[in-house]
């Protein structure tokens, strides 16, 4: 089933152009949420916006937007004024540029969608572009319109298809050299870090996701399953984590744990992985309508 699209228009490269849709990478149809709950009679609670000096309520539709300029001072700006400053959205994803994947700082990467072609007539354009841009191992940077902000996204090849990530803008990004300065500098214990770097020889293997799971929300989908049935849940208790005291120690224990795990060719095998299939199931947790 195809799936749907959250924004349509138009790949262009030059003069090439090919209609394209997106859709989001990534859900959150699997995590828990909650609402709000009066405990007394079971009723969902719904916020209600008050004046923070009168108490008094006040709708939403008759609020404005405000910008702190001062404490407690504010400029008032309303919906229509924002709405004059929106760009308007082309609906083309123009490619300005190549440049190799490795040249953009991960701390840029946002948020990801799938790029589909639209239709069966834009299938051969999409198909070259993508070949192409594979073949030649470059990433497409663009701007686009969503939500009536102007991102800069990259364009990405992945197996036959693309993906396009927005970009953060420099502005958003704190520079880590002041904080890295607090690292000390003075020289390391030769021995340690030759210990360190067979360590993580040992432990050296390919990704895989599904080893990860997030054991929080496995935790809050047992907890809401244990709620539905009306059983005691079974709550984890806390673990303590004690301070390394000897660092040499700690490492050549380190050491000793992952070389009981056994060799495989001379070499210590790597972390058992799970096939996507072999991954741990549950069962889903009706979501709240």
Not at 39 to 50: C, D, I, L, Q, Y
Not at 252 to 265: V, Y
Request: glycine residues 4%; aromatic residues 6%; hydrophobic residues 35%.
């Amino acid at each position: 089933m195809a799936a749907a699209g959250t924004w349509k228009g138009f790949l262009k490269l030059s003069f090439v152009t090919c209609a394209v849709r997106l859709t989001p990478a990534v859900t959150g149809a699997e995590r828990v949420s909650f609402h709000l709950i009066n405990p007394e009679t079971g009723n969902r609670v719904r916020m209600k916006t008050h004046d923070a000096e009168t108490d008094d309520v006040i709708e939403r539709k008759d609020l404005v937007k405000g910008y702190e300029y001062e404490k407690g001072q504010y400029a008032l700006i309303d919906d229509e004024e924002i709405k004059a400053l929106r760009i308007e959205s082309t609906r083309t994803i123009d490619i300005e540029r190549f440049v190799p994947l490795s040249d953009i700082d991960r701390r840029y990467f946002d948020t990801p969608y799938y790029l589909l072609p639209d239709n069966k007539m834009a299938m051969e354009s999409y198909c070259v572009i993508q070949e192409a841009a594979a073949q030649e191992k470059l990433v497409g940077i663009a701007k686009l319109v969503m939500a009536n902000r102007e991102r800069v996204v990259a364009i990405e090849p992945r197996d036959n298809g693309m993906i396009v990530t927005t970009l953060r803008s420099p502005d958003e990004l704190r520079e880590y050299q002041p904080l890295f300065e607090e690292i000390d500098d003075k020289p390391l214990d030769k021995e340690m870090v030759k210990m360190a770097k067979q360590l993580i020889e040992r432990m050296t293997g390919d990704f895989d996701p599904s080893m990860f799971e997030d054991r929080y929300q496995a935790a809050l989908h047992e907890l809401v399953e244990a709620k539905i049935k009306g059983v005691t849940p079974h709550l984890p208790k806390p673990t303590q984590t004690g301070q390394v005291i000897n660092l040499f120690e700690a490492l050549k224990r380190s050491m000793e744990t992952t070389k009981e795990a056994g060799k495989a060719g001379g070499r210590e095998t790597r972390p058992t992985r799970h096939k996507a299939s072999e991954a741990p199931q549950r069962r889903k947790v009706r979501r709240a309508s």
